[in-house]
């Protein structure tokens, strides 16, 4: 079993930033690719980017492609999600899940945390 929490969620006004963690706890990391998803009031959940077990390989949404970075401390159990010039439209509950073939759908996934609520301002 692997357990993830979310963390650095926050309202910041359009334009700003926000880095988020998720903490691995239960087995290492290393074993699993990693993806950030997101949920909107009134919407499904989305996919926003993965992160390889190895950290070699990415993929983003285009939605935040070029605002938005994932990376992974193997050494620290956590991935991160650095978010830039962030938008209201970017609102959302934003959740990390693991799984040993994590790629863009819900169903490569095996954990996933409760999630960390991002509200950003106009």
């Known amino acids: 079993q692997v357990q993830l929490v979310e963390s650095g969620g926050g309202v910041v006004q359009a334009g700003g930033s926000l880095r988020l963690s998720c903490a691995a706890s239960?087995?290492?990391?290393?074993?699993?690719?990693m993806g950030w998803f997101r949920q909107a009031p009134g919407k499904e959940r989305e996919f926003v980017a993965v992160?390889?077990?190895?950290?070699?390989?990415?993929y983003y949404a285009d939605s935040v492609k070029g605002r938005f970075t994932i990376s992974r401390d193997d050494a620290k159990n956590t991935v991160y999600l650095q978010m830039n010039s962030l938008k209201p439209e970017d609102t959302a509950v934003y959740y990390c899940?693991?799984?040993?073939?994590?790629?863009?759908?819900?169903?490569?996934?095996?954990?996933w945390g409760q999630g960390t609520q991002v509200t950003v301002s106009s």
């Open positions: 899940a693991a799984g040993p073939r994590a790629w863009r759908t819900e169903a490569t996934y095996d954990y």
């Open positions: 239960g087995r290492t990391l290393s074993n699993y690719g």
């Open positions: 992160i390889s077990k190895s950290g070699s390989i990415t």
